[in-house]
């Protein structure tokens, strides 16, 4: 029997074809394409078939592990028709063992051609080795429709040790700017944690609508979570009118958060709740105008320009802010059984703190010599508010100025900077950065992507490192991908900007940045896209567009053309025509032609188109190559 040992970089750089002396297994798994790749892999040439008496031996005593036999049922039986039975005997076995090297998360798999035997030392090292079980069986099990009776379910013999890299893995998703129900929240966590993705940071509130039900404070969501219906550009919209009805929202009633934390619960995916404060609180100002420093708006925003000119920050001057935050953070505390709270602390605009009187008393009873340090005490009593309830605060990196709360722990997204210097100082950090890990940003050509404002590729994504040098490793706990969704109206949208960057993120917080290779990861890519479509997962083909990168060269302007990925045929026209495979071939950088007007270019791959036709005028790509880039977080532009 012919056995090839890989470690994983050799993986990654090969995923290699299985040379099988099983005819079905050479027909229906010729290659092995999980993400994120396994740390360790040994490959030989047969076969395990899964049939309808196969068989899940467990210690039917756990609970958890019964849970995941259930589990891979639920994954398994719409597209093959029946189901494991689950007992303490069988072909198929989880068992816990005291494997120290597998850590919390790890599991070793050894498939052979009579049985897998699937081991860890937590239940959820056996559900992650699942997961790699699930994506090793033919695209068709990820179909919602049976499939024919005499379809082989054929998982190739591996031996398998495998562990993450980093304890935090994430995803989040920004429920205040869209409103996402009960259901497609738990859909996004089934997706995330089917690429062993472990945290679902839920962005409960901001100015655009409070989605948390706090029973003490029953405004929130009765006013806080509503606003007038509007679509168009975020910033350009009319504000909501005197006496218009505010129909568009919703929020989450405890019930609910408590039916989403148990359905998380059974993926082993923690679900922080971010409550965003002391800025980006118009809603709640709405809701509770005692909450302003002078003024509080009258209306939820709905995407209109307001920043600066309406207040969105809470009044630290007056106790009943304080009072206001410890009825809000007691019911999370509550309710979330994570150790982390996330209280935001970023993009607060301090302008109505200077001129409101009772925030000007407060710093100097409290000797505060600016409103930078009025944030930090702010920030400092509510680190000592959720220490008090048996939590740990976590806080954008602007919770850095003016002083760090002593046990606060930081997730840096305005670059490396604010992670560096908090890990420096002991405090644990979560990286994510903007130029990998915002996924509402384009991640191809802008012409022909749905509207944002800035960019980042599904490469850019796989070349995040979220420990930077010089900094102590064991204080960066990991990274995660942020969705924020101004420009996201809906849930099959939420798919699109998120899969494949978020199977990029997966990949290197799993795997590490280190054992990372693009060109084994982006034909992994390729395969996951059909497993996506026979799910019915929305993502975006973006990596088959051509690039396109006008510069200035001597004053005259030049275009060059390229890809992210191999074999990319780029084809071009600049007058005004379609281009095809017969229209000229790029090979350099282009000139543009006397008089012309338009610029279109078109992809292929193995002779066939790939990618859309991408049309943009002359003009355009002279300002293009004269534009400033601009990073912003959330909604608001930082220079």
Known sequence: MKRKFLNLATIISLFACV???????????????????????????????????????????????????????????????????????????FKLVDDVSLGDEGYHLNVKSDNILLTANKPAGIFYGVQTLLQMLPAEIKSLEKQPEDKKWTIPCVDITDKPQFPWRGLLLDVSRHWFTKEEVMKY??????????????????????????????????????????????????????????????????EDV?????????????????????????????????LACMNAPKAVNVGNEFYTQEENSLCVGKDFTFEFMDKVLTEVAALFPDEYVHIGGDECFKGFWHKCPDCQARMRAENLKDEEELQSYFIHRMGDLLKSK???????????????????NVMSWRGMDGGIKAAKAGHHVIMTPTNHCYIDFWQGEPSV???????????????????PEGVPAEMILGGQGNLWAESVPTFRHAEYM??????????????????????????????????????????ARSIYNAIIRPYLQDGVLMVELDSEIEGIDIYYTFDNTDPDQYTPKYIEPLGIPKNATWFRVVTYRYGKPVGKVITLTIEELKQRAQRDKRVTHGNLNIN
Not at 206 to 218: A, M, N, T, V
Not at 224 to 244: F, I, L, M, N, S
Not at 390 to 408: Q, T
Not at 503 to 517: H, I, M, Q, R, Y
Request: glycine residues 8%; contains cysteine.
């Open 498 to 539: 998120t899969w494949p960057r978020g199977w990029a993120l997966a990949e290197v917080l799993w795997s590490g940045p280190a054992n990372c290779n693009w060109s084994g990861f982006w034909p992994r890519v390729e395969k996951h896209f059909k497993r996506a479509d026979l799910a019915n997962i929305n993502y």
């Open 189 to 254: 966590i089934d997706e995330l944690a089917e690429y062993k993705m472990n945290v679902f940071h839920w962005h409960l509130t901001d100015d655009q609508g409070w989605r948390l039900e706090i029973k003490s404070l029953p405004k929130l969501t009765e006013i806080g979570a509503w606003r007038a219906p509007r679509v168009g550009k975020w910033w350009d919209r009319e504000p909501q009118q005197p006496g218009e009805k505010t129909t568009y929202g919703g929020f989450y009633t405890q």
């Open 390 to 408: 048996g939590k740990k605060l976590v806080g954008w990196d602007e919770i850095l100025e003016g002083g760090l709360a002593p046990d606060a």
């Open 449 to 467: 992507e749905p509207a944002t404002y800035a960019m980042c590729r599904l490469k850019d994504s796989y070349s995040f490192n979220p420990v």
């Open 258 to 290: 408590k039916e989403i934390l148990a359905y998380a619960a059974k993926r082993f995916v923690r679900v922080i709740p971010e409550i965003d404060v002391p800025g980006h609180s118009l809603a709640a100002l709405v809701a509770y105008p005692e």
């Open 19 to 93: 040379s099988c002396s099983n005819t079905v297994c050479s027909e229906e798994n010729k290659e092995i394409t999980v993400i994120p790749a396994p740390q360790e892999m040994t490959i030989t040439s047969d076969c395990f078939t899964l049939i309808n008496n196969s068989s899940i031996a467990l210690d039917v005593s756990n609970e958890e592990l019964k849970g995941i036999a259930e589990y891979l049922n639920e994954k398994i039986a719409p597209a093959m028709g029946f189901q494991l039975s689950v007992g303490n005997q069988g072909k198929i076995q």
